[in-house]
Each structure stands twice: as C-alpha cells, then as structure tokens.
C-alpha cells in the first residue's frame, strides 16, 4: 500500500490545481456583491489564474529537470497554500486578481512536474495503474470544480473555496517529503533564461489577446495586437531555443511525428472537453435558475463521475493497448458528447446536456491517461520533465483558446441555449480535428523514444 502513497501525493495536488482552474465560476456572483465588482474585474478572477498557469508552465518544468522534480513540487504546493490564504483574505478584487496569478505560478511549478514524477517512480502494471488514476484525476478535477465551488458558496461562503486548499497543501507536502523520491535530468545542464522569458512573454500576450476576444470580439485592437505580439514572439522563442545549446523546450522532439501528433491532440482535447463548462454552468444558474450547488452537480458530476470510472477501472488495461487507437477512439467519444449536447433549445432542461456529459467523461478518462504516457514514452527519460512541462502547456493554452473561441460564439447567437449548442458542435470539430490528427500520426506503440542528436 505504502507504494502509492506519490501518486496520492501527486494526485492531490494535481486536484488542487485544477480545480481552482473553474471553481470560481459559480462563485463570482457572490464575489461581485461582496467585493463590488464588475463583469471585466471578474473575468480576470478567472483568467488570472489560467493565464499565469499557462505561461509558466514550461520555465517550470526546465527549472525542475534542473533542480530537481520533488523540490520543483513541494515549491510549488507552498506557493499555492500561501496564495490561496491571500485569496481568501483578499478585502478586494485587484488583490484577489494578483493572488490568483501567484497561485497560478504555485500551480505550474506543481502541474510541470507531476508527469515527470509518476514515470519515475512507477514500472511496469504500476504505472499504467498511476497514469490510470492521475488521467481520471485530471479529467475529474476540471469538471468538479464547479460542483465544489457551489457546495463551498452555498454553505460556508465563497472564501471557503480558498481555505479548503490549505489542509490538502499540508497532507500532500506532509507525504511528497516522506515517500516521493528527488529526480532530475541524467545529466548537468544550465537554465535556459532567454528561452525561459521569451516563451513566457509570448504565451502571455497571446494568452490575453484570446481572453480579451470574448469580451471585445476578434477584430478589435485589445485582441489583434496582443495576439500578435504573442506570435511574433512566439518567433523568437524558436530562433532562440535553435541557437541555444541548452534549450528549456528542444524543438528537435517536435521532428517526431508522434510527440507533435500528441501535443496538437493535448490542446484541441482540452479546448473539446472542458473549454465550455463555465457557460454550461452559466446557463444552467441563469437561464434555468439553479442555485449554485445544482448547477456544479448537473455541471459537473456526470463527466467527472465518468472520468473517474473508466480511470479506476480501465487505466490498467488502455496502457496495454496502441496509444494511437485509444486517443483517438477516446477523442471520437469526446466529440459524439458533444454532439449529444448540442440539442440543447430554449425550452430545454438540464437532463438534456447529462448523456453528452457521461460519453465525454468516458472519453477524457480514456485519453488523458494514455496521452501523458504515450508523451513520455515518445522522448528519453532525461526529456521527461520538459515533455511533461510542454503537454500540460498545450492543454492549458487549448483551454484559454477554447474559452475565448466560445465566448466570441456566444455574441452571434439569438439566445443563451442556441449559443451553448453552437459551442459544443464547434467543440466536437476540435475532437474530431485531434482524432484524425493521432490516426494519422500515432500509428505504433510509442515506446521508442525520439532521437535527439
């Protein structure tokens, strides 16, 4: 039993993190009452958080490779405990703001190196009985996080959604000190600050162009030159990362069609699955007039409940089979959830989105699991931490790319429900895009590791 006590260490901080990707969601009214805010100020409440998550994600990982993966996490746990006091104790909504970025620096310093830790310390059944359980984790904590922010507002008040973080950062330092082993790269090598910096900038500037585009539309300044800013420098991070002779991301990894097959399908997933939860849940509070604690239960219990079915019961037996067929199968499933979504009309119910909720469920328990392995098993094992920092990078930029994509959708609809069912189809084209791009990429078992050379 003893052995898996780094996957839960691992699995409750990765909760954590995720979690508070979306759990504010149901809460923001009660933040705007209390802290007099108005809709800009809480749009950043939201995407503070993602936006840092995001663009550090990959400084973090290097910094991890570098220094070791334990030390990496167990930083970035005491960033997250202290940031979520701070969100709690926040008197008002730009100091909450700056709290929720720092908490995302905690949490990308954690999501960079979770990966990476699992695949050291497992072999054999066991890690595909950890990834099992770490995918559905992943699946089940993004879709939670509105159910545990309603039951938090609802009943405690919504600085609970904070302070709840604060004994799981205990227990999980408490078990990563005692049973997590320290790893780093096999071999020495320097800090990639140029790359470091450039990346971040770059993933920053685009991260807010797209955040601002569901707010002032794709074609007004405050979108175009951000995002532009960001692709230009999104430039520079590869000229920089070609001449570098220790790179933070090795462009070479991507000569693999496999590993770039992986990391298109980890950003069009993550933009498929959950980038539309927050307006499912918007919907459900007020259009149908649920109370918090409904719309997080209608919201999110039935993919997560899926998510983790298939993770606790089937991890071990999808690591057996071809990577390449359970992603994309995985991913069909994702879109045919969609899909079922997407009758969503104005005289509608909340039952009508729980069948397309399940099939994504099941589809996110299948194919988060099995992509993280088939990523890692795709570089050497001194690449592992950057390979790790890069997907969990992709998937957050999918998640902030499919939130603007739908918000902007939502603007050129007659109504709230013909919006929602607009954004699901769309949403299941992001699956089906990911599902033809692993067919057509993935097409062995993914052990042989990319050579780098």
């Known amino acids: 039993m003893r052995k898996w006590f780094p996957l839960v260490a691992v699995c409750l901080g990765t909760f954590l993190l995720l979690v508070d990707v979306t759990i504010v969601v149901v809460a923001l009214p009660s933040i705007a009452t209390q802290l007099n805010a108005d809709p800009h100020d809480l749009a ?93 984790v992943n699946g089940a904590a993004t879709a939670a996080g509105p159910l545990a922010g309603g039951l938090l507002t609802e009943h405690l008040g919504w600085r609970w959604i904070f302070l709840v973080n604060l004994p799981v950062c205990v227990a999980a330092v408490v078990l990563t000190l005692r049973h997590v082993a320290e790893s780093r790269a096999g071999r020495a090598s320097r800090f990639d600050l140029p790359g470091t910096v450039t990346f971040t900038l770059a993933a920053t500037a685009a991260t807010y162009g797209l955040i601002r585009a569901s707010d002032d539309g794709w074609t007004a300044p405050s979108t175009l030159l951000p995002i532009a800013a960001g692709l230009a420098g999104m430039g520079l991070f590869v000229l920089v990362e070609h001449r570098s002779d220790h790179p933070m991301l090795d462009l070479r ?34 259009v149908l007039g649920h109370g918090p604690v409904d719309a997080g239960l209608l919201g999110a219990l039935p993919m997560s409940g899926a998510a983790l079915l298939v993770g606790a019961f089937g991890g071990q037996a999808l690591q057996r089979a071809r990577p390449g067929l359970v992603i994309g199968a995985g991913l069909l499933v994702i879109a045919a959830g969609d899909l079922a979504q997407s009758v969503v009309g104005d005289g509608s119910g909340a039952a009508v989105l729980i069948p397309g909720l399940v099939l994504v469920g099941l589809g996110v328990g299948a194919v988060l699991p099995v992509l993280s392995s088939a990523v890692l098993a795709a570089v050497p094992p001194e690449r592992s931490g950057m390979a790790g920092g890069a997907l969990n990078t992709f998937r957050q930029l999918g998640f902030a790319f499919g939130v603007a994509v739908f918000g902007s959708f939502f603007h050129e609809r007659n109504s709230y429900a013909d919006g929602l069912g607009g954004a699901v189809t769309l949403a299941a084209g992001f699956a089906m895009v990911a599902a033809v791009t692993v067919f057509a990429t993935v097409r062995e078992n993914t052990r042989r590791p990319v050579e780098i050379g």
């Open 44 to 136: 950043w409440v939201l995407d503070g958080y993602a936006l840092a998550l995001a663009a550090l994600l990959l400084g973090a990982g290097s910094l991890a490779d570098r220094h070791g993966r334990r030390a990496t996490y167990l930083i970035g746990l005491l960033i997250f405990a202290v940031s979520s006091l701070l969100c709690a104790l926040a008197p008002n909504v730009p100091t909450l703001v700056a709290a929720r970025v720092l908490q995302g620096a905690g949490g990308a310093a954690m999501y960079a190196t979770t990966v990476a830790i699992l695949n050291v310390t497992y072999r054999g059944r066991d890690r595909g009985v950890a990834f099992g359980v770490w995918g559905a």
């Open 253 to 286: 990894l991507f000569r693999d069609s496999r590993f770039a097959g992986l990391i298109v399908a980890a950003f069009l997933c993550q933009a498929a699955a959950f980038a539309y939860l927050p307006y499912t849940t918007t919907w459900l509070q007020r």
